[in-house]
């Protein structure tokens, strides 16, 4: 824990008292979204301190050129950036001349800000004594519509609490930003026009090279003690910005509103000559409803999205606030509504890892929306890897591989590899796996298997092609190997063998195989298209079974454990709890070579596995396995410690699952790993919906039925959650004596509780 100024709230992500020394942080952790838009926590008014300003929009990148020391035959071009898109939040405030600027006031007093979760809005407010000596209080509350999701809103009050003054608000628009992680540091995008009618501004700007057209739009409105008024008006235009301004003389006890509707609309869902009349529409649908309608309708929509996606803890505070911050950034990162988009690791809380897709998305977030939404939106996000299949094989042709083969990108943003460190890139190949074990874990969840003739078994086949390709026979092992790797545990790079790897490898050939067989007895029609498009041939298969199984896993018989790969054991174990804490997290303070030759890991590659194939072992491997691994990992991975806790609470461990499921939760809010400041981590927060569900929870797939085996940590009193499982609403309730289940639906479920089976009828409560 880095960190510990969050108040403990359940609904609420509550920060009382100003310090510029956090104001980094505060604008990750404060971020709102709405699956369309997204952006920092950053003031509405001028603040010339040290700040992050991030306002981003789905789905729109930028090739940003790879820049590198010494060019590789194979590098990516570019890493797609997602874009710092032009700020429309900006508000500067006058008060009598003087410019309201937190970094620059005499004194600040009750500065508070709120992140209520529960009905999706940020509010700050404060008093502050300005350098002219005039005291005003402001509250400013915004929101991004979920409803209307090309909308944004703010309300702005200004209350002068001594002597009387001009008060002047200059709401702006803004297109000359640039991004904080640039290679180049170029701009990434060009004004193309600015437009003002009236009370309305719009700058119409484009992306270089991927030229995507975004119109950035405004109008206000201006209120006296809540009554709307005609201040004195001027507009003013710079080459990249356009500036109202408004004011109004008020006395001591008066409060000054404005009002600012703004947001983006872009040629990803307009005409590219349509995109002001498409702006001028938002804003006529939000002066329609005006800003209290607007709020309702926030309310009302993240009730439905609660309703459905709620965990409830009773008796720890802080572990409730942690899981709902989870959710609600998940919420606020991808609503399922467009599959031509993904959830990227930093969402739309900062730039770091260019905002893209990673495997991430198929390892641990597929499980959180399919359950929490419907299935539909899990097969949106299966399809838009499907979309991207040739981009894959296309990828994989580019080093040399052969027949269809596909290699998944490591990043992207059309399919495209686009990470420009190569040990990325090229050895952490192990997200193939990912690509179709989330196919497998969607048919097995959802009993969707029509999606497998549909589009998942063309996937499958190049997936495996490029296994089978990918990996040489070794006549020293008489077995075949795969070499030069990286694994999840990012800490080892260019290793052979790496357990997890092969592992997966081995298990896509045979589960395609599988799958072959299946739709070839069950769907002929889309086997023979299939098989006519792919050229598959027996030979083919041949190959692919003797590679499946003559592979070669890394093992130690002194240990009686799977190795992380080839060497391991030369390394110097010494276990993480003999660390010095100052040297913690290492990637901070410890040379890339010194953290290359340690035994410490990132997160353990091995676990990793077990917590895929759970079934494939038995405890008490597990239980050797975790034993040997858990001590050496520094969890210095936000992907890390989610399964650890679902795999302690599977062998009882509950102290164990609770601590781990504590760092993960909170990973940002008190900032385990020192880096909130550049953005919070989206991709992992669905690991700690994992690490109640399946871990506390037990909730498994076995036989075809919804399994649980729940445990309840003794910090909580209980703890309850819905899972949508084939359109049906099951509810979990969990306390230390006993388990309840209700069901929403028309039809009876049976399940396994502790492996008894359990009839649970709808609208009946059914305790265990």
């Excluded at 040290?50 to 590789?72: E, H, L, M, N």
């Excluded at 947001?263 to 329609?288: F, S």
Aim: overall charge negative.
């Amino acid at each position: 824990m880095n960190q510990d100024y969050i108040k403990p709230d359940s609904w609420s992500i509550i920060e009382e008292g100003f310090e510029k020394g956090r104001v980094k942080s505060s604008e990750s952790l404060f971020s709102i979204g709405n699956g369309a838009m997204g952006q920092r926590a950053n003031f509405e008014e001028s603040y010339t301190g040290s700040s992050f300003q991030g306002s981003y929009i789905a789905g729109i990148y930028y090739p940003d050129k790879t820049k590198v020391g010494w060019w590789k035959n194979g590098y990516p071009e570019y890493f797609a950036k997602v874009l710092n898109a032009p700020n429309w939040i900006g508000i500067d405030v006058e008060i009598e001349g003087e410019a309201l600027d937190l970094n620059t006031c005499k004194s600040i007093e009750d500065f508070r800000r709120e992140l209520n979760m529960k009905e999706g809005w940020l509010k700050r407010s404060f008093v502050a004594t300005l350098p002219n000596d005039i005291k005003i209080k402001v509250t400013a509350t915004r929101f991004l519509s979920m409803e209307l999701d090309e909308l944004g809103a703010i309300d702005y009050n200004v209350e002068l609490l001594s002597g009387k003054a001009k008060i002047v608000f200059k709401p702006y628009l803004d297109s000359g930003i640039s991004n904080t992680d640039a290679n180049w540091e170029e701009r990434f995008w060009k004004t193309v026009a600015i437009k003002e009618e009236g009370h309305q501004a719009f700058i119409t700007s484009q992306t270089l090279k991927t030229e995507f057209l975004a119109c950035t739009y405004m109008q206000s409105e201006i209120f006296v003690n809540e009554e709307k008024v005609q201040a004195d008006f001027n507009s003013k235009q710079e080459e990249n910005k356009i500036e109202f301004s408004y004011a109004v003389f008020a006395e001591k006890g008066d409060t000054v509103k404005i009002r600012k509707y703004a947001g983006y609309v872009t040629d990803m869902n307009h005409e590219k000559n349509g995109l002001v009349d498409a702006a001028k529409n938002v804003l006529a649908t939000a002066l329609d409803h005006g800003f209290d309608a607007l709020l309702q309708m926030q309310k009302e929509t993240w009730a439905k999205i609660w309703e459905m996606a709620d965990i409830s803890i009773e008796g720890d505070v802080k572990a409730q606030q942690g899981i709902r911050f989870n959710i609600f950034q998940l919420n606020q990162t991808y609503s399922g509504k467009d599959e031509r988009l993904n959830i990227g690791p930093k969402g739309f809380t900062g730039e770091k890892y260019g905002g893209s897709t990673y495997w991430d998305t198929e390892a641990y977030c597929i499980p959180f929306y399919m359950a929490t939404k419907d299935q539909q939106v899990a097969r949106n996000l299966l399809t838009y890897r499907y979309n991207h299949l040739q981009k894959a094989i296309e990828n994989a042709e580019k080093l040399g591989f052969t027949n269809g083969a596909a290699l998944y990108p490591m990043v992207t943003m059309n399919g495209e590899e686009s990470h420009n460190e190569w040990e990325i890139t090229f050895e952490e190949i192990h997200r193939n796996g990912s690509m179709v074990f989330a196919i497998y874990n969607y048919v097995r969840y959802t009993g969707d298997f029509d999606y497998i003739p549909e589009k998942g078994l063309e996937v499958m086949i190049a997936v495996a092609r490029f296994w089978q390709q990918r990996a040489n026979f070794s006549k020293a092992k008489n077995k075949f190997v795969i070499l030069g790797v990286t694994g999840p545990n990012e800490y080892e790079n260019n290793v052979n063998n790496n357990w997890y790897t092969n592992y997966l490898a081995k298990w896509c050939i045979e589960y395609c195989m599988q799958m072959i067989d299946k739709v070839k007895s069950g769907h002929k029609i889309d086997y023979d298209r299939i098989m006519g498009h792919t050229n598959l041939s027996d030979s083919e298969l041949m190959e692919w079974k003797d590679v499946a199984e003559n592979m070669y896993f890394p093992y130690s018989e002194e240990k009686g454990v799977f190795l992380q790969q080839d060497g391991f054991l030369d390394k110097e174990i010494i276990p993480v709890e003999d660390l010095d804490p100052k040297m913690r997290p290492i990637n901070q303070t410890w040379s890339w070579d010194r953290i290359l030759r340690s035994c410490y890991i990132k997160q353990a590659d091995v676990l990793q596995g077990f917590y895929f194939f759970e079934d494939h072992f038995k405890e008490n491997e597990l239980e050797k396995h975790f034993d040997f691994y858990e001590p050496l990992t520094v969890h210095e991975s936000s992907l890390s410690p989610c399964v650890h806790s679902i795999q302690a609470a599977k062998l009882g461990r509950m102290a164990q699952a609770y601590e781990f499921y504590v760092r993960t939760s909170r990973l940002d809010l008190d900032d385990y790993n020192n880096e909130v400041k550049e953005g919070c981590h989206i991709t992992s927060m669905a690991g700690t919906w994992m690490s109640i569900v399946e871990g506390f929870g037990g909730m498994r797939i076995v036989d075809d039925k919804l399994s649980f085996n729940p445990r309840i940590p003794e910090e909580w009193k209980g703890y309850s959650f819905k899972v949508n499982f084939r359109n049906q609403i099951l509810k979990i309730k969990v306390a230390a004596d006993k388990t309840t289940f209700s069901l929403e639906g028309e039809e009876a479920i049976k399940i396994l509780v502790k492996d008894r089976l359990v009839e649970v009828i709808p609208n009946e409560l059914i305790t265990v």
